[in-house]
């Protein structure tokens, strides 16, 4: 095992990680920028190392700050987390030169990742069903004569970079060529890396995705699947595992194409592969992520299996002594994601300290979150709080619970997203699990208005309980 794991992450990943590093008996030291001086994972981890300044290409991007803190804590290893370094080539190759373990897949493997198209082609080729598409394209009258052959309609994504940038959708022939040069650029200003690709535009999928975990001897497991089809503007917003309402005979054939697919590439440590589900039950491979994710909380909740313990196990080249027939789904885990964003403002994200942070607890209740009263929410970074996970012995279970938890949280200062998530969770197609990518869209002005009439921070209207008195300002600690 390591000796001391180095934590090159921020915010409520970074919290997990050491938390894993402790309870494995692994010393952690926090890397952190100047704006995250005062955060949880600096306050637990043994050691903290500043890395720089606030933002992210001067700190957490900065590779040398970020393996030089490696070297001079004597560190024999280091945990990306999510975003950041995480799916960057090069790092697992840096790392190798200077004599650290990078926590993840091989260099090898996140490169032919992180090409799209490649990873769709890979993919197939190892039997997983794809949507009708092609390989990168070599310029717009190629995607015109590709597209013919398709059908529309279509769309064009970014080879560099999944999460919806450089994605553009052609309803016909007459828009490719703008359609191309908006997609072409984006994706060149997004990922250094102009080249899309096509696929068929399926409608009002599902978004679908089976965790994974590998050892670095063959051995490969999947932990079932997590609906994450409640996006906003590609940013998840809530999550559940295991995905509802499909057959068993789905549930199994995702998880046996995931470790499929896992098996012909060689993929080690935790991963995820993403598919887009239609309505008659059809499953394509559209990308994999060869990371941590920030929705992972939900698969432990149904499985019991603690992900990121097993990340530092295998990287430190343990044997995956979990067998598939072992793994069993017990019950339903919902997350809510809450962002310190104004709902009422487009979701613009708000800054400022927090003079009051209560967190909900009680039975099949999760709070991961950096965050605690008196905390100052910086600028430089995403708008994530923390997350709030719930196991229920059913969905429906989970999602009382789920209301009664946010219920119980109070957040005094920024404004969140507490009461639009409570208002997702009240929707009665959400009770239906009537779930696909089109959900918050189709009902995003009526969430957006119902939330605003709920006070931030009070209870379900559904059951009014007291209201705590609030003092003018919280201290630390
Ligand atoms: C699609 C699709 C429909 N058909 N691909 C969005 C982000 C990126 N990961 C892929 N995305 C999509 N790819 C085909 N061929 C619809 C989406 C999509 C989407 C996917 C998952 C969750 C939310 C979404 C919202 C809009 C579009």
């Known amino acids: 095992m390591f000796k001391k794991v180095l934590v090159a992450n921020r915010g409520e990943i970074a919290l997990r990680i050491v938390r894993a590093c402790r309870e494995l008996g692994v010393a952690s030291v926090a890397a952190f920028s100047e704006a995250d001086r005062d955060t949880l994972a600096v306050r637990e981890a043994d050691e903290a190392v500043c890395i720089g300044p606030a933002p992210p290409a001067k700190s957490y991007l900065h590779i040398p700050a970020v393996m030089s803190a490696a070297l001079i804590s004597g560190c024999d290893a280091i945990h990306p987390g999510y975003g950041f370094l995480s799916e960057n080539p090069y790092i697992g190759e840096i790392c190798a030169q200077l004599g650290l373990t990078f926590i993840g897949p091989s260099p090898d493997v996140i490169t032919r990742m ?3 198209a490649q990873a769709r082609k890979a993919m197939h080729e190892a039997g997983l069903p794809v949507l009708p598409g092609s390989e990168a394209l070599l310029n717009e009258s190629d995607a015109r004569e590709q597209a013919g052959a398709i059908g529309y309609p279509v769309l064009l994504k970014a080879v560099g970079g999944g999460g919806g940038r450089g994605m553009r959708l052609v309803e016909s022939e007459s828009d490719l060529a703008a359609a191309y040069a908006v997609a072409s ?16 535009y399926l409608i009002g999928p599902r978004h679908v995705e089976v965790q994974v975990l590998g050892d670095n001897f063959g051995h490969i497991i999947h932990l079932g699947t997590r609906d994450c089809s ?13 995905a509802p309402g499909l057959s068993d005979t789905l ?3 995702l998880g046996t194409a995931a470790v499929k697919g896992c098996k012909s590439i060689g993929y080690s440590n935790a991963g995820t592969l993403e598919f887009l589900v239609d309505r008659s039950g059809g499953y394509y491979f559209m990308e994999m992520n060869t990371r941590i994710q920030v929705e992972h909380g939900v698969t432990e909740m149904v499985t019991g299996v603690d992900l990121v313990k097993w990340q530092i196990r295998i990287a430190a ?3 995956l002594t979990l067998q598939q027939k072992a793994i069993r789904i017990t019950g339903h885990a919902i997350e809510c994601r809450i962002n310190a964003e104004d709902p009422a403002k487009g979701f613009l994200p708000q800054a400022g300290t927090i003079q009051l942070f209560l967190p909900p607890g009680g039975i099949g209740v999760r709070v991961d979150s950096h965050v605690y009263s008196g905390y100052s929410v910086p600028t430089s970074y995403d708008s994530l709080l923390g997350k709030i996970l719930v196991w229920g012995e059913d969905r429906a279970e989970a999602i009382a619970r789920m209301r009664r938890a946010l219920g119980e949280t109070i957040i005094v200062g920024p404004v969140t997203t507490i009461a639009f998530q409570q208002q997702i969770l009240a929707h009665p197609a ?3 699990a009537e779930l696909d990518t089109g959900f918050l869209p189709r009902h995003m002005d009526d969430l957006v208005d119902a939330a605003l009439g709920t006070p931030l921070g009070a209870p379900d ?13 919280a201290g630390g600690q």
Do not use: M, T, W
């Not at 209207?461 to 300002?473: H, I």
């Open 114 to 116: 992180s090409d799209k």
């Open 317 to 319: 080249g343990a044997i």
């Open 251 to 253: 549930l199994k054939a």
């Open 461 to 473: 209207p559904g059951s009014p309980g007291p209201r705590l008195p609030v003092p003018a300002a």
């Open 185 to 200: 650029n984006e994706a060149r200003n997004a990922f250094n890396n102009a080249d899309l690709y096509l696929e068929k």
């Open 430 to 432: 959400f009770a239906q």
């Open 230 to 242: 409640l996006q906003r503007r590609h940013q998840k917003v809530l999550e559940e595992a295991p």
